[in-house]
């Protein structure tokens, strides 16, 4: 069992990697065979859903953030991409939806205030706008200083 961790985290590292460096095809491969050992992996069954919504193919990108959410509900990168699908259908009202879900999951998810803002400039809503990207300023700026805290106490 040990091994088969090991194995696992190092595929998980290599995909990171691949995906990091723009190596989408690669990545992808890695993230595949990390299904194999592991359907129901939730990194790599989402960043499949990445590469595949950064090609174009929304629908096949869908399937698989909505398998990760069959899987755990809860899984907010997932839910932030499903808006992000969403909103490039021009499905306001839903990309909205899935942002404040993964909000209230995780109070401090700037990526998700950030994609909310744009959803709101989208709709006309200018004063949500202008809370939601200043929310989403400051969290970033605060993680940014605790990864800052991080790297010095190493």
């Known amino acids: ?6 194995h696992l985290d190092e595929l998980i590292i290599q995909g990171k990697q691949y995906f990091n460096k723009g190596e989408q095809e690669k990545a992808k491969v890695v993230f595949e065979q990390i299904l194999s050992i592991d359907p129901q992996n939730f990194f790599a069954l989402d960043k499949i859903g990445v590469i595949l919504a950064q090609k174009g193919e929304l629908d096949s990108a869908e399937y698989y953030f909505r398998k990760v959410l069959y899987i755990d509900n809860a899984y907010i990168a997932s839910l932030n991409n499903l808006g992000n699908i969403s909103l490039e259908r021009d499905d306001i009202e839903q990309a ?8 209230s999951i995780k109070g401090d998810y700037a990526r998700a205030y950030h ?3 744009v959803a709101y400039k989208k709709a006309g809503d200018i004063e ?12 970033e700026k605060r993680e940014r200083w605790r990864n800052m805290i991080k790297w010095r106490k190493r």
């Open 96 to 103: 909205i939806s899935f942002y404040k879900r993964a909000i």
């Open 115 to 117: 994609n909310l803002a």
């Open 1 to 6: 069992m040990h091994s088969y961790n090991k």
């Open 128 to 139: 949500s706008y202008i809370v939601n990207i200043k929310k989403s300023a400051r969290l």
